[in-house]
């Protein structure tokens, strides 16, 4: 029951904000009638998954038959949820999938594309020109902090490669690795010409 | 000439904790039924906290009900149950919600057709005992608080199983026995204090609430229902409780 309940609280939360991209719902409503199991490994925990054009109902127990059952540790399953390769993460050891594969893809990739319209929604409290307002001042701030962080992490690192020398730069990193494969390539030949030179001593 | 035969004694059975005439009890629940439909969902979020909801959840987990299934919702009233089923079977299924009481099956019919749900779902009053359904049609029926309002429980379980098909479940959601005695005493005590005074409060008929709390007394505790359901021909018949023992859901297959 208390799993029952937990679920009941992570869909009453989670279906709102899907509602909230109205592309999402309508990919979801194809996967209508789908139900794809999630099986932890550990910690041990079972999740139903049931898409629908209302968003996802989450079950902690379901009797009917299931369209696709994936099998992971909790580590893994982090990793899908948040990797861009899906795919690749699929065919890990780790990771073991029955049944529709497609379904479950389908999926993780409406959740992964979610394009939520929260300033439409502000907009019903708010009144449209407040949202919009909003909307572009959250924006242009959010825009001025990612351009501010890639500009501190530039600066950054030119510092401690550049001006303290503490790190050894990218590019400098980069030329002294090439350097040393082509080492790496001499000496294998110079090695493979010597063996023949040893062996032709002896065969003579 | 006199006729010294004396008229036969109509068998009787309870209602709450009063013994009444068998005809009688149907007429006395749908008055309860009639006077409560219309706050009917607002009570039992007041009454349970909400977590009747969660007990409805289980049901239609416990169900597998499947894309294409038939299912009967039997005394599904304000249309819960019904409204998951319907999205669970999709169009190539159908759900049918089976009330014996007018009014709760109109403010249901209501509440589903203004939330959108259309298309596999059909409203029928009828009365459980006598399923007005051909024999192995549903593959799923379902009754959730409705059992104990029952006259003859025994030939509603009978009717239940006679329209399932082989191999389908009858899920049984009603009140039951505590399992721990203590919360059983504090569970008495909010029965029959608080749920009449929020029917008197909400509804302004406290009666219809004692009444609810008494047929919950009156009714079988989990061991015997899964008695009577093994008795009617069900097989694998098991039971959940749920908080406490306050619910419990009995599952059966037909064989």
Aim: aromatic share 6%; glycine share 10%; charged share 25%.
């Amino acid at each position: 029951m208390l799993s029952t309940a937990l679920l009941a609280a992570v869909e009453r939360g989670l279906n709102p904000l899907l509602a909230l991209d109205a592309v999402a719902m309508a990919r979801l409503a194809r996967l209508q009638g789908k139900v794809l199991a999630i099986d932890c490994a550990a910690p041990a925990l079972q999740i139903y998954l049931l898409p629908g054009a209302d968003g996802i109902r989450l079950a902690a127990h379901w009797e009917a038959e299931v369209d696709c059952t994936l099998r992971a540790p909790a580590s893994e399953l982090l990793r899908l949820a948040t990797s861009r390769d899906k795919v690749a993460v699929l065919h890990g050891p780790l990771v073991e999938l029955d049944g529709d594969a497609a379904a479950l893809t389908e999926l993780a990739d409406i959740l992964q594309s979610l394009e939520l319209d929260w300033e439409y929604q502000l907009g019903g409290w708010i009144g449209p020109l407040g949202a919009a307002l909003l909307g572009s001042r959250l924006r242009g701030a959010a825009g001025w902090a990612g351009d501010s962080l890639g500009s501190l992490r530039q600066n950054l690192a030119e510092y401690l490669a550049e001006e303290s020398r503490t790190l050894v730069g990218r590019r400098e990193a980069e030329a002294r690795f090439s350097e040393l494969d082509e080492l790496k390539l001499a000496l294998d030949r110079l090695e493979a010409r010597v063996e023949r030179l040893g062996g032709g001593t002896r065969t003579s | 000439m006199n006729d010294s035969r004396k008229p036969e004694a109509e068998p009787t059975t309870h209602f709450g904790y009063q013994t009444v005439p068998e005809s009688e009890k149907a007429k006395k629940v749908a008055e309860v039924f009639h006077s409560v439909a219309a706050k009917y969902d607002l009570m039992n979020d007041l009454m349970s906290g909400g977590v009747h909801r969660l007990w409805k959840r289980f049901t239609i987990e416990l169900s597998g009900a499947r894309p294409g299934n038939r299912v009967l919702d039997i005394a599904g009233g304000t249309g819960d149950l019904t409204r998951q089923f319907s999205r669970i079977v999709g169009p190539t299924g159908e759900v049918v919600l089976a009330d014996i009481n007018a009014s709760m099956l109109m403010v249901g019919r209501d509440k589903l057709l203004d939330s959108g749900v259309t298309g596999n779902v059909s409203f029928v009053q009828a009365d459980a005992e006598a399923l007005p359904f051909p024999d192995n049609h549903f593959d799923v029926v379902t009754i959730a608080f409705g059992l104990r309002n029952v006259t003859h429980k025994d030939a509603a379980i009978r009717s239940m199983l006679r329209v399932l098909k082989p191999g389908g479940r009858l899920l049984v959601l009603e009140f039951s026995k505590p399992t721990n005695p203590l919360f059983g005493k504090v569970y008495d005590l909010y029965s029959f204090t608080a749920l009449p005074l929020f029917g008197k409060l909400i509804t302004n008929d406290s009666a219809s609430y004692r009444y609810l709390a008494e047929s919950i007394r009156m009714h079988p505790d989990q061991e015997t229902l899964k008695g009577m359901m093994e008795e009617a021909g069900f097989e694998r018949v098991t039971y959940h409780n749920m908080t406490g023992g306050i619910v419990a859901l009995h599952r059966g297959v037909k064989p």
